[in-house]
Nanobody, 126 residues
Framework: QVQLLESGGGSVQAGGSLRLSCASSRPTYSYHFLTWFRQAPGKEREGVAALKSEGSTRYASSVKGRLTISRDNDKNTLYLQMNNLQPEDTAMYYC????????????????????WGQGTQVTVSS
């Protein structure tokens, strides 16, 4: 059973930074995609940043330039560096992984991912 465990969430003021981590029980290089999703209260879960197996990245337009996804294959850990956080970034953040192929342009679709973490809460106050 593959496990993904997020950590690093918390409460910050607008303009602040956080780094989220997602520890994987499966080697991080073995996933076709590792992706961060978020879900704000009353809203649908949305993909914000994705990392493809060969190292290319994808970002939602709303976070481009402020969030950076990366991984450490030695530690089997995925990261999300979040800078200049805004109140609209408040959400539960989830990491998700899928080892099997799907079209890369569909990285944001939840149905492609087999493995999910439990989430870590990020709260940004104004």
């Amino acid at each position: 059973q593959v496990q993904l465990l997020e950590s690093g969430g918390g409460s910050v003021q607008a303009g602040g930074s956080l780094r989220l981590s997602c520890a994987s029980s499966r080697p991080t290089y073995s996933y076709h995609f590792l992706t961060w999703f978020r879900q704000a209260p009353g809203k649908e879960r949305e993909g914000v940043a994705a990392l493809k197996s060969e190292g290319s990245t994808r970002y939602a337009s709303s976070v481009k330039g402020r969030l950076t996804i990366s991984r450490d294959n030695d530690k089997n850990t995925l990261y999300l560096q979040m800078n200049n956080l805004q109140p609209e970034d408040t959400a539960m953040y989830y990491c998700a992984g899928e080892p099997s192929y799907f079209p890369p342009e569909e990285w944001w679709k939840m149905e492609h991912y087999s493995y999910w973490g439990q989430g870590t809460q990020v709260t940004v106050s104004s």
